[in-house]
């Protein structure tokens, strides 16, 4: 057994200690309340990847979950306004991700008690998607899909 | 230094509206220069609302939400001359609280 090696795999194994304390929010810097960004959520690209970085299994598909004004056909890619209106009892969280933006997840919202399960925003979409809710409810995930068409992307140029 | 951000704090039937317009850049880092340099990413991470010192909404941010960012929420409990306290924080570590009175 080679030493580096060792030494190596106890710096690696401290360094993901880090990581879950930053990630439990024990570490971060300011507020008691605010969460450390979550880095491998927002960098990942697929559905897959972003629901891993979220500690979910795949999530169930809801009709309980609304778009609210939130147009068919966006004209400027650059600001699309985006709502979501969750019905499921319990709701803890609402995200919003795009499927053909470089990384999916645009923005997540927690959901404290007293707080209506209902947020609106406005996005950047790089072209036509399909853009998801994913609702946290209870422990568990659900997703709502739609489609919207971009006539001028909003990414580059 | 940042804008002030405009807030409404504003009561409908047993709830409280708020809306808040940020001002920010919400740089992507993936846009280029005239001369094809990268533009370094730089937009809000973290934005949090209170009211009367109680988190009402916590978000996370990633640079797909739209230049001068919009939000917009409901929730219960909140009474008029009540105040509701935003603070954002981007990637910069740069921070900004603004505060309104619900009317």
Known sequence: MNETRRTVLKAGGGASLLTLLAAAGWLVPGTATAQAWNKSAFEAKTMDETMKAFGGGAPAQSKDIAFVSTPDIAENGAVVPIGVASSIPKTESIAILIEKNPNMLAASFDIPAGTEPSISTRVKMGQSSNVYALVKADGKYYVASKEIKVTLGGCGG | ?103
């Open chain 2, 1 to 103: 230094m940042a804008d002030p951000m405009k807030i409404r704090a504003s009561i409908v039937g047993d709830s409280t509206e708020v809306k808040v317009l940020m001002s920010h850049e919400m740089e992507t880092g993936q846009r280029k220069d005239s001369a094809g340099k990268a533009i370094p990413a730089w937009f809000i991470q973290a934005v949090t609302v209170t009211h009367n010192g109680k988190a009402v909404l916590n978000a996370q941010w990633g640079p797909a939400v739209a230049k001068n960012p919009f939000l917009s929420f409901k929730f219960k409990g909140g009474a008029k001359g009540d105040k509701v306290q935003v603070t954002w924080t981007d990637n910069k570590g740069e921070k900004r609280t603004d505060e309104a009175v619900i009317g």
